[in-house]
């Protein structure tokens, strides 16, 4: 089968490999019909992610046909049209019995690990390096699906592939975020990032209630997508955002701050260069320019939400303010098993048709075409889906 294939930093390959086989009775074999290049793929192809090996299929967004199943899977038929959440999980763990699906206990085979950095291993991902299982990914042809009958969701005729492809992560992420900012009537949200998960945090917001979203970035093509979503919007290189946000919230701050940009947070002056020179140099990992923004500007009392993946460690928090501010942090990879009825609901109803997000359509052949438009967010370039 052809399958996009990492090897090394800014080099993705379209190449043949083995096609994946049936290793477990609970696994299923699925035929890709819609996968799509993630934000969180970029930490990959910008050589942030340890445990990469080259020959790696990319991938964690997918859905498609299943085309064999194991024994053991009764819940799911050959035919079916199904899509995949990101983290794979087992259903029977201690942590997949409390709804915690991407901290499962037995789906990395890896643990020790991501162990070694983080004390306990997460869930194992799709196409996310071996630290998180070595899992082939789902930019390819077909993929092995473990867990299959815990993990499929099966789309009921009438929705189209790319209506549905985002509860894999981007969807149920943006929705999360939007969750743990504990939204009561009338707060204010502010959300620096307005990539695809920002926009569906955008979105989640105003279902949970909340009376004005703020949305924070500089590409004007996304702050006009914020904006279609109702957002009010700020351009960091424009304004000083702290003070913009003071302004706009009556000096109080908005209620809950979220940070969907991540580890590639752009900063600007000193603390953006100081940020790039430590990463570059692995004296630290990560650049958590917004994180820093947004801990500094949230009322006190507030709610810091966590959707930005950050892979290990930062440098210079203002955890003075979090502490003397009683601020509460909450953040995860998403339990997507957790929310993918409830939003495929509000597909169905007519709430949201998240196929508003993507800006690009291209062969998997093209996928290589369609990291380097993402990353330098050329062409008006958003979110990008794929077709085997």
């Known amino acids: 089968m052809k399958a996009v294939c990492w090897h090394g930093t800014n080099d993705v390959r379209l190449e043949s490999v083995p096609d994946p086989k049936i290793i477990n009775p609970r696994d299923a074999i699925v035929k890709i019909t819609t996968t799509a290049i993630c934000g ?34 009764k819940n799911i038929k050959v035919g079916d049209r199904v899509v995949v959440p990101f983290p794979i999980s087992c259903g029977n763990c201690f942590f997949c019995q409390r709804d915690l699906w991407s901290l499962c206990d037995n789906s990395n085979p890896n643990a020790w690990m991501a162990e070694k950095i983080m004390g306990h291993s997460p869930s194992g991902i799709f196409g996310y390096s071996h630290m998180l299982g070595g899992y082939a990914g789902g930019q390819a042809e077909y993929v092995r699906v473990p867990f299959a009958d815990v993990g499929l969701l ?5 929705l189209a592939d ?6 894999t992560d981007i969807f149920p992420t943006g929705y999360m975020a939007a969750e743990n900012c504990d939204i009561q009537p009338g707060d204010i949200v502010a959300i620096w990032g307005c990539g695809p998960v920002g ?48 302004e706009m919230t009556g000096g109080r701050g908005p209620d809950a701050v979220m940070d969907a ?12 260069l100081y940020d790039k020179a430590k990463q570059a140099v692995r004296l630290e990992s990560d650049r958590p320019h917004v994180l820093r923004q947004a801990i500094v500007a949230c ?35 998403t339990h997507v098993h957790r929310y993918l009825r409830s939003l ?9 048709d998240p196929s508003f997000v993507i800006t690009h359509r291209l062969p998997l052949e ?7 438009i993402f990353k330098h967010k050329q062409d008006n370039c958003i979110k990008v889906v794929l077709k085997p």
């Open 40 to 73: 969180s793929d970029l930490h990959i192809y910008d050589g942030y992610i340890p445990t990469m090996e080259k020959g790696d299929i990319l991938g964690h967004e997918f859905m498609g046909e299943v085309v064999e199943l194991g024994s053991a899977v």
């Open 154 to 158: 099966k789309i009921p005729d009438g």
């Open 162 to 167: 790319e209506q549905v492809v985002f509860l």
């Open 199 to 246: 926009q569906f945090a955008i979105r989640s917001a105003y279902m949970l209630g909340a009376e004005r979203v703020i949305a924070i970035d500089r590409v004007p093509e996304r702050l006009k997508m914020a904006k279609d979503g109702k957002a009010e919007v700020l351009n960091f290189e424009e304004i000083d955002v702290g003070e913009a946000l003071k």
């Open 261 to 272: 940009v991540g580890m590639e947070a752009h900063g600007l002056g000193l603390e953006g």
């Open 299 to 333: 009322r006190k009392g507030g709610t810091v939400s966590i959707p930005g993946v950050y892979g290990g460690f930062v440098d210079k928090m203002p955890m003075g303010a979090a502490m003397n501010k009683g601020l509460t942090f909450k953040m995860g990879q």
């Open 344 to 352: 495929l609901e509000h597909i169905q109803n007519g709430d949201i």
């Open 366 to 372: 093209q996928a290589p075409h369609g990291y380097e």
